[in-house]
């Protein structure tokens, strides 16, 4: 396992689509705990795969109830609103406010190639929207209304 650089805003990319991942490897496997040793590394609460320079639909996610690793990740379904502070690993000292749903639920595979749904509300729903977005080239920044202020 090993910490990966994070690439940061201006690469190119980040504004890729990712490719769908058909057969799950080592060097998946690897690439899904050198995503979490960097995540980890870098107190963030998420990051995909092309973050770490990889064009495939892999994100990992932990909002503090521990790593939820995701590959082809999509959502299925989503409800409510919520408007809040967001920030990037790829955008250092960048925060602005976002809307994102305030309830989502995304069907994706496990790293045993085992296909789960699972929700998330408020700050979940907030980290798995991100990254998916990630995975389409979007990033944050894209969708801010207003930059804020945030001490770190």
């Known amino acids: 396992m090993a910490i990966r650089t994070i690439r940061k805003f201006g690469d190119d990319i980040l504004r890729k689509k990712c490719r769908t991942v058909d057969k799950i490897d080592d060097r998946i496997i690897t690439l899904l705990d050198d995503m979490k040793d960097t995540l980890y590394d870098s107190d963030g609460v998420g990051l995909a795969a092309p973050q770490v320079g990889i064009l495939k639909r892999i994100a990992v996610v932990d909002i503090g109830d521990g790593p939820i690793e995701l590959i082809n990740p999509e959502i299925i379904a989503s409800c409510g609103t919520q408007n809040g502070n967001e920030g990037c690993l790829s955008v250092p000292g960048k925060y602005g406010k976002v809307e994102r749903p305030m309830t989502v639920t995304v069907r994706a595979m496990n790293r045993d ?40």
């Open 113 to 152: 190639g085992e296909i789960f749904e699972i929700t998330g509300e408020e700050l979940l729903a907030r980290a798995f929207c991100h990254e998916i977005d990630h995975l389409d080239g979007k990033l944050f920044v894209d969708k801010v209304t207003e930059y804020v202020e945030v001490d770190d």
